[in-house]
């Protein structure tokens, strides 16, 4: 490949990356806000150990989201159950 043909992959790549990225994150935002709708007392009922899994959760994946761009590994996918 010549480095035009490279420079025209690389910018392709950048752009599906950007464009994934805005949706991904902003899913994951909203998703985050959903979670935390759960936090309000009015509407549900839940003890302090629950919530305190969820968080654990919540923050070792974005531990785990936070070493796959420094290391440039993807993180493994989890579930999770209360």
């Known amino acids: 490949m010549d480095s035009k043909t490279n420079n025209a992959l690389a910018r392709n790549k ?16 909203k998703d985050l806000e959903l979670v935390a709708n759960l936090a309000n007392r009015r509407n549900y009922d839940f003890d302090e ?18 070493q796959s761009f420094l290391n440039g590994n ?7 159950e209360l």
């Open 14 to 29: 950048r752009a599906k990356f950007v464009e994934l990225a805005n949706k991904r994150v902003n899913r994951a935002i």
């Open 49 to 66: 150990e629950q919530a305190k899994k969820i968080i654990k959760v919540l923050q070792n994946q974005m531990d785990l989201l936070k």
């Open 74 to 80: 993807s993180s493994r996918q989890i579930t999770f």
